[in-house]
Every structure is written in structure tokens, then in C-alpha cells.
């Protein structure tokens, strides 16, 4: 007589009606499944957790004015919202490579883009920094997105330690297979020197006492890091600052970046575009001072005078793009 077959395990149940912790938000972690759910939590200006909605389409569109045929670039792949929309676009004919050095959610947005239609005759993936594009053209690009920052996905995993809300490791790696974790930058830092970092890598202006504060703990978690800040009298605010510091000094994001905006010039065909959103001013200024020496010297034909900032309907329904900024350039032809 044969046996039964196992009977499917339960969910597990939780205390109130919906679970708390980012592991267990079954419904986010299988959207296809629970549409209706999603687009209630869409509905109330809130980003359903682990997923990512991208910022300034519309205006992303205008900009890049991407064409059937057209080569295109999406530096910043993530959930592959910007992508998608990019490749309709330069449909028939065209193809876009993406870029993630964050080898837990590429593969997750290539197998959505892939599931979507778009085969390796419009889309290729890499798993490489932007500062590399370069090694991976086959030729200038048409058009060229960049969308700094953080995902979604990254910030609502406490595994990933990007967020203070919730318990983690203090790692804030956008790979957390190289390099070291945030908590062991701490260590081999002292107070002046982490004093710099907190005010060149996000302006903040208690600086030196947080610093001394900070050092003079033992941090391994985002919960140890945000008590030590709080107890000096800081507000979230304050906390924010020092997360995004270190999170920069981590990935060395000013490097990358400083490296992607020299090579824009040779990774873009005459007449090509390139539209690159940032999130705070360090990101800003870089981005503003290289358009306009490229526009002195000759390599842009045109820039954006001031950033686009996302539209306030877009700012209601997704408080995370609020301090988003575009701009934009094209290359003379």
C-alpha cells in the first residue's frame, strides 16, 4: 500500500493580521500571486516591500528620446522598471544592456525582464559597476541612464543592514561577496577621520561629536548604530546622514561615480543622451560640475540648466522619490 502524499506545509501565523518582518511578507515576496494586495498597498502611497517602483519615467522618456533601433544603457538595472520601460521603447531593433553590481537582485530583475519578452537579441546583463561601462559597449550608446542610489529591494531587506528601522548587520555593501561591512570600516577608522567622512559624504553638521560617540562603542548592528546616535540627542535625520556616509565609504560610490561621469564622454555615440538621477547633494554636484565643464569644453552640445524633480502626484504615491534630482546631457554631434 503506498504511502500518502505529504500534505503542503501551512504558512506559519502570525500575531495581528499582517507579518511584521521583511521574511515573512509572503504576499510582497510573490506579487503575480497577489495582485489585488499589491495594488492596494500601491494605492496608499506605499512601495510594497522587496519590490521597487521607478522614478520619473515620464521624464526619463522625454529626455532620452529613446528610438526604435537606438543602443541604450541602464547603469543602474535594479528591478529593471527604467529598463522595461526603455526597451518598449527602442523596440524593434534596438538593445539594452544593464549593469548591477548587486549579485542578489540582478539575476531577479533579468529573469522579470526576461519573462516580460525580452530575449539576448534586446537585452543583455552584466554584474559589474558602472565606473566599467566601458569594457562592455560594443559601440557608443545612443542613450545612457543612471539611477543612483539605493533600490528598494536593498533598503527593505534587514539582511542587508541599508536601513535603520529594523535589526541587521551593519553591512550596507551593494555586494556583500567583496569588500568589507560598514561595521568593520568603524573599527579601522578614528574620530577625525570618520569626523571627514560623515561631512564630506553627507554634510552632516554634528560631525565630530557623533564621531567620538560612534567610536567609542561597539557596533555591529544598524539597532547599535542608530541607539548610539540617538543617545547623543539626534533626531532620524542625524541617523540618516551617517548611514548614507557610510554607505558611500563602503562602496566608494564618489569613486564610481566620478569614474562613470569621465567615460560618459566616449561611451556616447554624437548626438547621444545621458540622464543620470541623484538622491543628495554630494551625488548632485558632481553630476551638475562635469555636464558643465563638458558643455565648456565642447563634448555636450546641450545640458540641463536646472535638475527635473519628480511631479508632487509622483511624490504623493511614492514618498521615496521626493528627493530625487535628473539631469541631463547630449553630446554634440
Not at 520619473?56 to 526604435?68: K, S
Not at 550596507?172 to 567583496?178: D, E
Not at 556616509?245 to 560618459?264: H, T
Request: with cysteine; aromatic share 6%.
Amino acid at each position: 500500500m503506498s504511502e500518502p502524499p505529504d500534505k503542503p506545509k501551512r504558512r506559519p501565523r502570525y500575531s495581528g493580521r499582517n507579518p511584521r518582518h521583511f521574511a515573512d511578507k509572503y504576499k510582497e515576496h510573490a506579487p503575480e500571486q497577489y495582485a489585488e494586495d499589491i495594488a492596494k498597498v500601491l494605492a496608499s502611497g506605499k512601495t510594497p516591500a522587496g519590490t521597487h517602483r521607478p522614478i520619473m519615467v515620464r521624464e526619463i522618456l522625454e529626455v532620452l528620446a529613446p528610438r526604435a533601433g537606438d543602443l541604450a544603457v541602464d547603469c543602474t538595472l535594479g528591478y529593471g522598471g527604467h529598463a522595461q520601460a526603455l526597451l518598449a521603447a527602442i523596440q524593434p531593433g534596438g538593445h539594452l544592456i544593464g549593469l548591477d553590481i548587486d549579485p542578489i537582485e540582478l539575476p531577479k530583475a533579468e529573469a522579470r525582464l526576461r519573462q516580460l519578452g525580452f530575449g539576448p537579441e534586446s537585452f543583455t546583463a552584466h554584474r559589474m559597476n558602472y565606473a566599467g561601462l566601458a569594457k562592455v559597449l560594443p559601440s557608443p550608446a545612443d542613450l545612457i541612464l543612471a539611477d543612483l542610489g539605493l533600490s528598494s529591494m536593498q533598503v527593505d531587506n534587514p539582511a542587508r543592514g541599508f536601513t535603520f528601522k529594523y535589526d541587521g548587520p551593519l553591512d550596507l555593501r551593494m555586494n556583500p561577496r567583496r569588500g568589507q561591512p560598514a561595521s568593520a570600516l568603524l573599527a579601522s577608522l578614528d574620530p577625525d577621520k570618520l569626523a571627514t567622512l560623515l561631512m564630506e559624504n553627507s554634510d552632516e553638521p554634528n560631525a565630530e561629536p557623533l564621531a567620538r560617540a560612534i567610536l567609542q562603542a561597539r557596533i555591529a548592528t544598524t539597532t547599535d548604530l542608530t541607539s548610539i546616535i540617538h543617545r547623543t540627542g539626534r533626531d532620524d535625520d542625524s541617523v540618516r546622514r551617517v548611514f548614507q556616509a557610510l554607505r558611500i565609504a563602503v562602496n566608494d560610490e564618489f569613486g564610481a561615480l566620478e569614474a562613470l561621469l569621465r567615460s560618459l564622454p566616449l561611451c556616447s555615440k554624437p548626438g547621444g543622451r545621458v540622464a543620470i538621477i541623484t538622491f543628495h547633494s554630494g551625488e548632485d554636484r558632481r553630476v551638475k560640475k562635469a555636464f558643465q565643464s563638458g558643455e565648456r569644453d565642447g563634448t555636450y552640445a546641450e545640458i540641463a540648466r536646472e535638475p527635473l524633480r519628480p511631479a508632487p502626484d509622483e511624490v504623493r504615491a511614492n514618498p521615496r522619490s521626493k528627493s530625487a534630482k535628473l539631469r541631463w546631457a547630449r553630446r554634440v554631434s
